[in-house]
């Protein structure tokens, strides 16, 4: 299974994957021109990592602003996660949010009510953003 390592650009974040250490980590805003066609490789990598036997997953999010199709497409990796977390599969998300970015949070907030997995929301202050 190939590794993502898309470069952020003006409107997509950047994407990374480690099969390995079961992790994926996104940076950046999110407003593609066409977010199904961006989001069709990180679905598809996150459905393949998942369906591998014991297979755990760890996202790291430090994304500033979602477009509405880009929300969609975190719903649709969220509820493979849930999905793989009502089998037993070790996942979980970690969302980091500028403390002035208070709408990042509110939306961190939303996704999190409909998911069992574990879902952290981490408030990064000025001086300690990485």
């Known amino acids: 299974m190939n590794?993502?390592?898309?470069?952020a650009t003006q409107a997509?974040?950047?994407?990374i994957t480690d099969a390995a250490a079961g992790t994926v980590e996104m940076?950046?805003?999110s407003y593609p021109e066409n977010s199904?066609?961006?989001f069709t490789p990180i679905l598809e990598w996150v459905k393949q990592?998942?369906?591998a036997a014991d297979a755990k997953l760890h996202m790291n999010l430090y994304l500033l602003y979602l477009n509405t199709s880009s929300v969609k497409a975190m719903m649709d990796i969220f509820d493979m996660l849930e999905a793989a977390h009502?089998?037993?599969?070790?996942?979980?998300v970690s969302w980091?949010?500028?403390?002035?970015n208070?709408?990042?949070?509110e939306l961190a907030e939303e996704f999190k009510e409909d998911c069992t997995f574990p879902f952290n929301i981490v408030r990064l202050d000025a001086a300690s953003n990485t």
């Open 12 to 15: 997509t974040p950047s994407i």
């Open 36 to 38: 199904f066609e961006f």
């Open 96 to 100: 980091y949010y500028d403390a002035e």
């Open 49 to 51: 990592h998942l369906a």
């Open 102 to 105: 208070e709408r990042i949070s």
């Open 3 to 7: 590794d993502l390592n898309i470069i």
């Open 27 to 29: 940076r950046g805003d």
């Open 86 to 92: 009502g089998l037993g599969q070790d996942v979980s």
